[in-house]
C-alpha cells in the first residue's frame, strides 16, 4: 500500500500546483489536499493547514532534493544543475524571436505561403508552421469588416433579450494584444540605438509628445480658437532617468 507524505504546504494553491507540475517532469507522483477548502474559504487556510502537496514515501527523497535546489534558485535535471535566471533569459530570447517572425510576416505576408523561406535559429520547423497558421488567422481577423444595417441595428436595440454591441466587437480581445505587443516589438527594435541623454548620459530615452514647454503664445493661441486646451502637438526626447527633456 502506497504511503502519501507531505512534501510542501501552502496558503496559496497556485504554488502548489507549480511545485507539481516541476517534480512531474522528473516522474514523481503528485497529489494536492485540502485545495477546494481554500478556494472556497480561503480565510480557512490556516486552520486546515494550508494546500498540501503530497508525494509517494518511496519518492519523497529525489523530490526533497528537487524541492531543495529550487529553493537555492537552481533546478535539477538528469544532466545536472541549472539557473532559473538562465531558463527565464532563454524564454525571453524564444518569445522575442516569436516576436521578430510574426513582424517580419506582418511586413511580408507572402511568407504565409512561403513558410520555408523563415529562418530561425531558436525555434524548430514545427513551432515556424505553427506561428505561421496563427498568423493566417490574425490575417483574416484584420480583414475582417462589420456589416450591420440599420434594420437590424433597430431590431437588435429594441430587443431587450439581445446585446447590440457584441456585433461591433468584430474582433476578440487577443487580436488586439497580439497586435500590441508585435506593435511594441517593432517600437523598440526601431529604437535600438537609443538616442544618449546630454545631461546624465542616459540611454534610457524615449521619443514621444512633449508634457513641458507648451505654455507658449502658439499653444495659448490654438487653446483660445478651439475654446479648450489644445492637444499636445510637440515632440522631444525624454529621458527617465533625469526627467530632462531634448
Request: glycine share 4%; hydrophobic share 40%.
Amino acid at each position: 500500500m502506497i504511503q502519501l507524505v507531505t512534501l510542501f504546504s501552502s496558503n496559496i494553491p497556485v504554488d502548489c500546483h507549480i511545485l507539481k507540475g516541476r517534480l512531474e517532469t522528473e516522474g514523481i507522483d503528485c497529489f494536492v489536499f485540502d485545495e477546494n477548502i481554500v478556494w472556497v474559504h480561503p480565510f480557512r487556510a490556516v486552520a486546515v493547514g494550508g494546500v498540501k502537496l503530497k508525494v509517494p514515501s518511496h519518492q519523497l527523497e529525489p523530490a526533497t532534493a528537487i524541492l531543495a535546489h529550487l529553493n537555492e534558485g537552481c533546478l535539477f535535471d538528469k544532466k545536472g544543475e541549472y539557473k532559473i535566471s538562465d531558463i527565464l533569459n532563454s524564454e525571453y530570447e524564444r518569445q522575442r524571436e516569436v516576436l521578430r517572425i510574426k513582424s517580419v510576416i506582418r511586413s511580408n505576408p507572402v511568407l504565409l505561403n512561403t513558410p520555408a523561406e523563415i529562418e530561425s535559429s531558436l525555434l524548430n520547423t514545427a513551432e515556424v508552421a505553427e506561428i505561421v497558421e496563427a498568423e493566417k488567422e490574425f490575417q483574416l481577423l484584420a480583414s475582417k469588416t462589420l456589416h450591420f444595417n440599420w434594420n437590424d441595428f433597430f431590431y437588435e436595440l429594441f430587443d431587450f433579450d439581445r446585446d447590440v454591441f457584441k456585433y461591433l466587437r468584430i474582433r476578440p480581445v487577443e487580436y488586439y494584444l497580439d497586435k500590441e505587443l508585435v506593435d511594441r516589438y517593432n517600437s523598440h527594435h526601431d529604437n535600438e540605438n537609443e538616442i544618449i541623454c546630454p545631461n546624465c548620459k542616459s540611454d534610457n530615452t524615449k521619443y514621444g509628445f512633449a508634457i513641458d514647454y507648451k505654455w507658449d503664445v502658439l499653444y495659448l493661441v490654438l487653446s483660445l480658437v478651439v475654446s479648450t486646451p489644445f492637444p499636445l502637438i510637440r515632440k522631444k526626447w525624454h529621458c527617465f532617468n533625469c526627467g530632462h527633456n531634448f
